[in-house]
Structures are given as C-alpha cells and as structure tokens.
C-alpha cells in the first residue's frame, strides 16, 4: 500500500514562498504521474500542477510561471516549489501519485493534505 506525506504548507505573506515536498512510501514502485491538487473554501478540489516519470508537466492556468513542480524518482518524491503566492493561493494541497498494475489498472494515491494560508 502506497502512502504519501506531505510537508512543508504554513502561513506565508503575499509575494511569498513556500516549497511543498511529498514523498510515497510503502512500496511505491512503477509510479508514473505525481502531482498537486487543492481545494479551497467553497470550491471543488483542483488540478495545480502534475509531473510524469518522463518530466513532463501540466500546471494551472493561474499558477503558470509561479508555481514549479519537479520530482526525483529515486526518492519517489514530489516538489512544489510555490513563488509569489497570492490569497487565491490558499487552500488545502494535496499530494496525488498514479502508477498502473495488472490486473487492476490505474491506482490513485491522495495524501492528507497539507494547509497553505497567503495573508494579505
């Protein structure tokens, strides 16, 4: 069983920086996609950013140019290096690990979530 713990969320004023880490754990071979969602008050949990095995990325619209995501798949571990916060910002981030297996396909992984607050 695959696990994620997520690190590094916290109170940041606005122009800030924080570095999100997320490391799986439990045996967590044959991972492909890793990544970052959050959920805000009064809103559905988002996409922010997501790496595959390969380095490729996808990130949010409003976080483009901002927010970086990288990884090292040695460690099995996830970044989310996060610059120039803004209050939209705020919100739970969750850690998110895919990897395929046979015969039950694709596996999702969550994390429990890691709080970011951008005080204005």
């Known amino acids: 069983q695959v696990q994620l713990v997520e690190s590094g969320g916290g109170l940041v004023q606005v122009g800030g920086s924080l570095r999100l880490s997320c490391a799986a754990s439990?045996?967590?071979?044959?991972?492909?996609?890793m990544g970052w969602y959050r959920q805000a008050p009064g809103k559905q949990r988002e996409l922010v950013a997501t790496?595959?095995?390969?380095?490729?990325?996808v990130y949010e619209d409003s976080v483009k140019g901002r927010f970086t995501i990288a990884r090292d798949n040695a460690k099995n571990t996830v970044y989310l290096q996060m610059n120039s916060l803004k209050p939209e910002d705020t919100a739970r981030y969750y850690c998110?690990?895919?990897?395929?297996?046979?015969?039950?396909?694709?596996?999702?992984?969550w994390g429990q979530g890691t709080q970011v607050t951008v005080s204005s």
């Open positions: 790496i595959t095995r390969a380095g490729n990325r």
């Open positions: 998110n690990a895919n990897r395929y297996l046979v015969p039950t396909g694709n596996q999702v992984y």
């Open positions: 439990g045996g967590a071979y044959g991972i492909n996609t």
